[in-house]
Structures are given as structure tokens and as C-alpha cells.
């Protein structure tokens, strides 16, 4: 138990379908994370956010969107996707953005038909 | 341009086997930092170590042991008297300085395998 948790842990969804990520951490953190681990590419950071503030967007498409309401809580709404967006989206958490160590949770399959 | 290379795909030992996973990295900053997750069949990535630049010391943790080589911009993992349950993916990562915060710039993983 890593102290960040994420659901759903699967997600099958339409390339026409909305539907949201969601991150929550247990450690008093200020920084959290969006990675995506697809089959054939290297964790590949997508969002950065400390302080609820959001201090990184990496190249990602405007079909993923994240919000961040509280230091606690973070989500990854998703809109039209494509098939090759399926992967694994795990959400982080580090205390406050720096170069300390990570917390990860299990992660979303997501699977986009 | 940061980088980090695993080169070995997937190991598979026996039991009691020492088996060596391979990092080389590339950078240019002259301050940065080297980490090791394992990502076990759950998902979530769990941490294992942190070195930064200017500390050249191997670390022994247990079973563990990461040889750290400035000269060669390696930075490997060994474990010793491999266990079942240490099967898993290994990443090897190096930190990239952001505007107001850090990355992890992760290598390609290597899936190890340790059978009974």
C-alpha cells in the first residue's frame, strides 16, 4: 500500500465516450503526477501539478484533461480517444516536487475500443 | 538530451541466482539524480533508490546492491540470491529539471524473471 490510490483499476471505453480518472493520495503531498505506460514506449510523464497548480504539460492532447481541486485529489477527464491511447495511466505523488522519490498507485488499464 | 538505456529486454534466472541490471544514462547537467523502481505484477511502481550525482559510494540494502559509475554514466542493480518474489519490471530513472519542478526521465524497463 502505497498511500495513493486510483480507480477505476480497468476501464473499457468507447472512442466517442467521456469518462474520468481519479487519483487520490493519503500522504500529505503537494506535488502529483499523470504518467501513461503503453506496451512499447517508456513511462512518458504527462501532467505535473504542485500546489494545485499545474507547472507541466507534457505535449499531451487536449483529449486528456486533468484537474486538480485540492492537494489531495487529482483526475484525468478523457474525451474521443483513440485506440492508441490505451495503456496503463498511473498517478504519482512526491512531497513537494522535487527531487525526492515518488509514491505510485496501481494505475488504470484503460482499453479504448 | 536526457536518456536513460536498459538494454536487457527481459532476464530470467533461478532461484538463488545473483543476477545484474543494466542502467546507462546520459546528461548533461553536472547536479541530477538516478533512481531504481520496481513495478511488481499490481502495477504501482514501488521505489528502491535515490543517488544523486556527487555520491559515487555503492549502497548495499539487503539483498540489493547498486554500483553507481560516474566514469561510465552506469548506474546497475544487483540482487543477490534472487527470490520468486522478486519477478518484476525494473525501471532505472534519472531526473530532469523542470521550470518550477523535476521529471523522471524512465529507461525501457527489464522484466525479470526468477523461477523456482
Redesign the interface.
Known sequence: E?G?TQTPRHLVMGMTNKKSLKCEQHLGHN?MYWYKQSAK???E?MF?Y?LEER??N?SVPSRFSPECPNSSHLFLHLHTLQPEDSA?Y?C?SSQD???????????T?LSVL | AQK?TQAQTEISVVEKEDVTLDCVYETRDTTY?L?W?KQPP??????LI?R?SFDEQNEISGRYSWNFQKSTSSFNFTITASQVVDSAVY?CAL?EA????????????TRLLVRP
Open positions: 502505497t495513493v506535488a514506449k517508456p513511462l510523464l505535473v504542485s507547472v507541466e507534457n496503463l498511473l504519482a516536487g522535487s527531487n525526492e522519490k515518488l509514491f505510485f498507485g496501481s494505475g488499464q | 536513460v539524480y533512481f523502481y499490481s502495477g504501482e511502481l514501488v521505489f535515490r544523486n525501471f531526473s523542470l521550470d518550477s519542478s523535476y521529471k523522471l526521465i524512465f529507461g525501457s524497463g
